[in-house]
């Protein structure tokens, strides 16, 4: 029985690393496609945004949840609504990006300190938390690599040395984002891959 113990925990071992590398290629794919079509991702999103606040509606006329969970997940769906006036370029400093942060952080507060005190199967703890809390922020984050790809409008303050936005656009050789983080992870584990040139 020691045996079957030490090989349980080796096979939990590997099946983490596989489960991790899923997740990681499924959202390298999910930024791809967002930055790909970002009129497409910004609907998407758009719609999410919609269809959690009519969940948030449904759950205060039939569900007996408290006030102020309520409340604050209607002024996060505003702060992400707020974030999706600019998209796909999002600023850090911004009232929407902190305000939805901060509703995220307490929103979780008051549903973990809900859901602790008043029994409720995990599996309808589990949709509130998805649909409710994470799906949003969850496309949010995703998509946060699509103003990567998109063309400038306007000269920035840093680029006064070249007035031409399409030359300041092409010399530009550093992209960040999510995909510029999963390239680089890519390239430190897979350094030895080349293509070859026929």
Request: hydrophobic share 55%; proline share 4%; with cysteine.
């Amino acid at each position: 029985m020691g045996f079957l113990y030490i090989l349980g925990w080796i096979s939990l071992g590997i099946q983490i690393v596989f489960l991790t590398l899923s997740i990681v290629a499924g959202l390298y794919y999910l930024a791809e496609l967002a930055e790909e079509y970002t009129t497409a991702a910004r609907k998407c999103i758009l719609f999410m945004i919609s269809f959690t606040i009519f969940v948030y509606i449904l759950l205060m006329i039939f569900e007996d949840l408290p006030w102020s969970m309520l409340i604050c997940g209607f002024v996060a769906q505003g702060f992400y609504l707020g974030i999706m006036g600019g998209f796909p370029f999002v600023r850090l400093l911004s009232l929407p990006l902190l305000g939805s942060l901060a509703m995220l952080v307490v929103n979780h507060f008051l549903a973990f300190q809900y859901f602790t005190t008043i029994y409720v199967p995990f599996t309808q703890v589990l949709a509130y938390f998805t649909i409710c809390l994470w799906i949003v922020p969850f496309a949010l984050f995703v998509s946060l690599s699509a103003n990567d790809s998109v063309l400038p409008t306007t000269v920035s303050d840093q680029s006064r040395r070249s007035p031409d936005v399409v030359s300041n656009y092409f010399s530009r050789n550093k992209k960040q984002g999510l995909l510029s983080l999963f390239q680089y992870v890519k390239e430190a584990v897979l350094p030895g891959r080349s293509k070859k040139a026929f």
